[in-house]
């Protein structure tokens, strides 16, 4: 398979730092490349690697990166909590794209983070190159996602959600029973493939070797946001969003019918397409994930 990685330079302020990306496919066959958004924050892109699905099957070229801070692009463990913004990383996209020489024409697909990001940056900035943007398995504010994975833990024993509650509140979230639990808890709310895929796992380790990001924006705990991301909500300025977009969820994930609403009620071209399990359709159901992305790219 065509394969190019590489870096650009990511100037903020003073300093110089790297993005290393990964393109799949020829940027110059004449397709419209699709860039990617990797969740977290702080997770690698590598469990969105499957997304070279969208190369093999459409000869769309495919566009891959570690946002700044994880994987392979530049991490910097000393920045304090308020240097790790969303407009960072909208600035960080706007260079790639510019870098790569594709700004004048583009499609985007964000997962999770990514796809609060990708909705946040089309609504602000309004990109003109930008033809068509998915959204798959995010929310449209982090309240309505921690509401929703709350609610999920009420259906679990209640000795279950205490003891959980009980280590997030006295902040003992790297114990092994803490860990464990949560584990159970995301074997059915973020990945129902079991065992996990290896990319999967991969990326939730790029996490642990750096946590700081995560730590900046969400904070260590899966049910109570502390990080800057708790207030952060897109919903009053999802009317701005001017281009054709793909919302999609799953019913028994964080990003459930109700917490997308907003997308679905405010975005003025907008298309709906549920899945049938959890928070990552392209491990749990691939192929319909894969034909419904094409299928919306690949409209004139």
């Known amino acids: 398979m065509n394969s190019t990685t ?17 393109i799949v496919g020829d940027l110059k066959s004449g397709k419209r490349p699709l860039v990617t958004l990797h969740g977290g924050p702080g997770m690698s892109h590598i469990y969105m690697i499957s997304h070279t699905e969208i190369y093999s099957l459409y000869d769309i070229p495919v566009i891959f990166y570690d946002q700044l801070g994880i994987g392979k692009s530049t991490h910097l463990r000393d920045k304090p909590a308020e240097f790790w913004t969303p407009e960072l990383f909208m600035d960080e996209l706007d260079n790639l794209l510019v870098q790569l020489g594709v700004e004048s024409d583009f499609d985007l697909l964000g997962h999770s983070w990514g796809g609060m990001l990708a909705a946040d940056y089309v609504a602000q900035r309004q990109p003109p190159g930008l033809h068509r943007l998915v959204i798959s398995s995010s929310p449209p504010s982090e309240q309505l996602w921690e509401e929703s994975m709350r609610g999920y833990l009420e259906a679990f024993p ?7 509650l009980k280590h997030e509140r006295e902040g003992t979230v790297s114990s092994a029973e803490y860990q464990a639990a949560i584990q159970v808890f995301m074997n059915k709310h973020t990945c129902q493939t079991i065992p996990w895929p290896e990319e999967l796992v991969a ?12 730590n900046a924006m969400s904070g260590p705990a899966q049910f109570h946001s502390t990080g800057s991301l708790r207030t952060w909500s897109v919903i009053d300025r999802l009317h701005r969003i001017p281009c054709p977009t793909l919302v ?15 997308f679905i009620e405010k975005i003025p071209k907008v298309k709906w397409v549920r899945f049938a399990k959890s928070h990552i359709a392209f491990f749990e159901d691939r192929d319909y994930y894969f034909k419904a992305i094409g299928d919306f790219l690949r409209v004139d």
Do not use: L
């Open 158 to 164: 209640v000795e279950f959600k205490e003891m959980v």
């Open 6 to 22: 590489g870096t650009v330079d990511f100037k903020v302020g003073d300093e110089t730092y790297q993005t290393w990306y990964n």
């Open 203 to 214: 990326s939730f380790a790029s996490v642990e070797e750096d946590p700081t990001v995560s």
């Open 248 to 262: 999609t969820n799953g019913p028994e994930e964080g990003a459930q019918d109700y917490v997308i609403a907003p």
